[in-house]
């Protein structure tokens, strides 16, 4: 019995020291309230304005071979219509420079293409950017770049003369 009365003194014993060495509880300090000024809430956010003249470029193959012959389109529209008399320029970022794509005018469509062989003038699987600029815009801006075109060659067989 004494040694039972031992083991359950020095038990206890324990259990109290290994309670004094846990963490401290604390009380959980109430957070602050949020309040939002009526003020902010009935500001509105500007809506951006969309350009009343607007155009975009881009590639008849985005992956075509290093030989291949591909077309650059560009459209030109003035509140959603497109423009037709517009002078169009475009530039070809290859690897190994500039390349100048002869000037054309837009259609009744607002529609410019430039042929473009590629030769092999791009290494594959380095993309390379058309800008397209248009100018002499009827009713329009002095002059207004495009969104850029963009193609990457690819390996493959090139194209055969003839078949």
Do not use: E
């Not at 075509?64 to 037709?84: D, F």
């Not at 002869?102 to 607002?110: I, K, L």
């Amino acid at each position: 019995m004494q040694r039972f009365l031992f083991v359950s003194t020095l038990f206890a014993s324990i259990l109290l020291l290994l309670t004094a060495c846990g963490p401290s509880v604390t009380q959980a300090r109430p957070q602050l309230t949020v309040v939002v000024n009526p003020k902010f809430q009935s500001q509105v956010s500007p809506i951006p304005t969309v350009p009343a003249t607007r155009c975009g470029a881009w590639a008849s193959n985005n992956a075509p071979t290093a030989g291949s012959t591909i077309t650059i389109y560009a459209r030109i529209t003035r509140n959603a219509q497109p423009v037709a008399g517009a002078t169009a320029n475009a530039t070809v970022h290859f690897r190994s420079g500039d390349q100048q794509l002869p000037q054309t005018t837009s259609d009744t469509g607002g529609y410019v293409a430039f042929p473009l062989q590629l030769q092999g003038q791009q290494p594959n699987d380095i993309p390379a950017t058309v800008d397209v600029t248009f100018a002499n815009i009827p009713n329009g801006p002095a002059s207004l770049k495009c969104t850029p075109a963009f193609f990457t060659p690819q390996q493959g067989q090139q194209p055969q003369q003839g078949k």
